[in-house]
């Protein structure tokens, strides 16, 4: 019994790792989106976006069926709650990198650069922190987990910075408003994409010690 | 048998009805927290949230149940099919009121004035047009669906009127940049309401016609 548990529970694990790298993969993708408007990649977020509620819908489907066949207790009773709250928080990721290239799609004044600014080291933040927070997970890595929530404050910092230069931006090229006003909503999006993987990351430290420190909306 | 599925018809059009009264409560209460703050408020659309994924669920799996135990051809299985695409946009709204009042917990700059601006306009239009949709699902009328979606041109535009406030009063008051960033991001998520109310009409529209127009990210 407990063998096929733990075989079960290993496909939970690849499923989330799976997922994981979709989500960054569309992260990855939705920041190239805003520098170049990339037709074809539009075309293909659009595809990894199902491929995320897809792969949603998997997760949860083996989290019922351990949760029913197995009843499993304690820890791998917790594993596999967060594993179902950590989809739902991944597949919020996914739609906010779809919102991003809305913006893009509904916005002219976009494409936008992102060599070397603020807005590009959000992305990369955020890519970083959903990667690490699936390792932490897999890994039963406490220390990793609560680097990734800490991380997030510097996501929060940096879109602070894109809205102080927004302003300024507004305030002296009127002119570039429409630009800077997208540029802002892309910047809000990352934001709530730190936000979920920093959720993802409070789960994975439920999952370890039982205590959830999460709770914001 | 034809009788069972009607009453379970009836179930799941009682239960869209329910899931979009829940939806129109939470654009609302968001809209007063913006203008209040109300912390009470805030408590109650967490539970809302709560209530509408459960809802969610609920519904999800009264559509599996028609699905797989009637196997329903034709309008029927359009109708099925329709209802299981409207929840996810109805939660999708769930989830924008709720990041709505996201804002206002982290951003000091608000409470925002609503009263007669453009911002109240877009919650209101934004509240009738969810209220018109599911009432054009249930009452399959075709023409109410197609108004919705029109409806949702006046929440763009509304949205654009905002954005040249903004873009101007950021001009001329820079010190009050941080509030207009706030009202700014607020709008935006009420223009999503509004484009998941017209993905709303638009499923409705499919449930009636068979075609579908929508298909926008």
Redesign the interface.
């Known amino acids: 019994m407990r063998n096929r548990f733990d075989r079960q529970l290993m496909r939970l694990n690849q499923e989330m790792v799976d997922m994981g790298g979709l989500c960054e993969e569309m992260i990855t993708a939705a920041a190239k989106v805003v520098a170049t408007r990339d037709k074809e990649l539009i075309h293909d ?2 595809g990894m ?1 199902e491929e995320i509620n897809h792969k949603e819908r998997d997760i949860e489907r083996i989290c019922m069926k351990l949760l029913l066949q197995q009843q499993p207790v304690a820890t791998d009773l917790r594993v596999i709650s967060s594993a179902l709250k950590m989809v739902s928080d991944m597949e ?1 990721i996914g ?1 906010q990198a ?2 991003i ?2 913006i893009v ?1 509904k916005d002219s004044a976009v494409p936008a650069q992102m060599e070397n600014t603020h807005l590009e080291k959000m992305s990369k933040a955020t890519i970083d922190m959903v990667s690490r927070s699936v390792k932490a997970f897999v890994k039963e890595n406490l220390g990793l987990a609560r680097e990734v929530i800490e991380q997030d404050d510097l996501v929060d910092d940096l879109f602070s910075q894109v ?2 230069e ?3 931006m ?2 002296n090229e ?1 002119e570039r ?2 630009e ?2 997208a540029i ?2 892309i910047a ?1 999006y990352f934001e ?1 994409i730190g936000d979920h993987a920093s959720n993802v990351a409070e789960w994975v430290e439920y999952a370890i010690t039982g205590e959830y420190k999460g709770g ?2």
């Open positions: 977020i659009k976006e919020r739609d779809s919102d290239v809305g799609q809205k102080k927004v302003i300024e507004i305030h009127p408003g429409e800077c006003v802002l909503m809000k709530r914001s909306l």
